[in-house]
Every structure is written in structure tokens, then in C-alpha cells.
């Protein structure tokens, strides 16, 4: 069920949203791994599904579960609930456990859809996660969920476009200062970065790109496939998309 509904899916945000996948690569093709997104849709979970080939286990807030159009988008996808209010710690170990399994498991620590567009607090549970089970969280910037889908509408946009930025995977060693790591990395994904120019003789760091020696190389991405490939090596484009 959950390959059809991939397959399904990525065509249809192919063919309506121009989808598009960027830096897919910095997703390990095997083992434990947290993809942690920015959230402003329920588009969100379907865009991180199918933007890349590992079967994904969502880990969503319980509360959810209420909503019959979140019931009808997440259909097929394999959803670990939890509600921290009540101290869910059944699920907490669910996620931990499949995470030790050698799970990819997709996430959004803000913990809610902005109603803005604008990146929240970004919650610790991420990084207790990671550090738990020792696993990278690769940070994800979403771009275009937002227009084609806002909180504040009932019904998405029929066509529009739609981007998803992997970067490259963050390691957790110290929970109390992962949140801060991951925010900056969901800005440089977002061409928010403001760091100086960095002078290599003639060479110089624009401000607001990636750093090559963050791991991710040259080279433009074509849509192939399900959602999007790419060819050879991706960039991250830090252009907001129009």
C-alpha cells in the first residue's frame, strides 16, 4: 500500500505542483535516520515521502488523528502518534525502537503547521531521539506547501510548484543546543544564512549560499520518477521558489 500510494502521489505532484527534490543524496540509503522538516501544510508528510526511496515512519502529534482530512492524506502511511502532554511513552518507544531497527523515520519539531509560513520553537524531541538511538537528522526545508496549502484553507490549490531541500546530515551529540544546530541549517536551506564572505585567494562565499564543504556538490536537478531525481550530484538552490 505504501509504495502505490508513492507512486500515485509523486506523479500527481509532478504533474499539479512542478515537484522538485534537491540535495536527495544526503539521505543515507540505509540505517537509522530522522528527516526533520519545516511544517506549514498537510502536504508536508506526502512532499517528504515521496521525495526520496526509503519507506518513511511519520512521527505525528496524536491529536491529529481527530482530523478526517489528515485520515485522508496520510492513508497507507505508517504513522507512530504521540501525545506528550500525557507522557506517550509507549510511542516514544516505538519511534525509538524502530529508529534502532534501522528506520527512516520523518518528523516536524515545530510540532504544529505554522499558520505563517514562518519557521516556530523547534521542539527537543528530535534530538532526544537521535542521541537515544544514535542517528543523523537530515534537516529538510519545504518550499511551496505553503501557497499550494496554508493552514487557513480548507481546500489546496489545484496547480502550483513545490521544492524540497535535503541538507546534509546533522549529528546530535549535546540535546540542549540541537535545536539551535537544525534551525540554522533549515535557514541556510532557505537562503537565510547571513555568514561573511570567506576569502580563498580569488574565491569568495557568497553570502547566504552553502559552503561546498558541507557536503553537497554541484549540479541541477531534473524531475525523473517518482517526485523528482537528480542528476549526478544536487545543489541546494537557497532561492525561494516563484
Sequence with gaps: MYWIA?????????????????????VPAEGGVILASNHVSFFDPMVVGCAHRRKTVFVARGSLKKS????????????????????????IRTVAEKLDEGACCALFPEGTRSDDGEVKELKRGFA????????????????????AWPRRRRLPKPFGRIEVRFGPPIRVDD???????????????????TAPPVDRGHERTKVGAVPS???????????????????????????PIT
Excluded at 478526517?68 to 510511542?91: C, N, Q
Excluded at 540554522?184 to 537565510?192: E, K, M, P, S
Aim: proline content about 5%.
Design 128 to 147: 532526544m531521539f537521535a542521541k537515544r538511538a544514535s542517528v543523523p537528522v537530515v534537516p529538510i526545508w519545504i518550499e511551496g506547501t505553503y501557497d
Design 6 to 26: 508513492w507512486s500515485v502521489v509523486g506523479v500527481w505532484l509532478r504533474l499539479c505542483y512542478r515537484f522538485r527534490v534537491v540535495g536527495r543524496e544526503n
Design 175 to 193: 540535546p540542549k543546543s540541537a535545536a539551535d544546530t537544525l534551525r540554522a541549517a533549515l535557514d541556510r536551506l532557505a537562503g537565510r544564512a
Design 213 to 239: 564543504d558541507e557536503g553537497i556538490a554541484a549540479g541541477r536537478p531534473t524531475a525523473q520518477g517518482c517526485g523528482a531525481a537528480t542528476e549526478g550530484a544536487s545543489a541546494v538552490d537557497a532561492r
Design 68 to 91: 478526517l482530512v489528515y485520515s485522508l492524506v496520510t492513508k497507507g502511511i505508517d504513522i507512530v502518534s504521540i501525545d506528550p502532554a500525557k507522557g506517550d511513552r509507549e510511542s
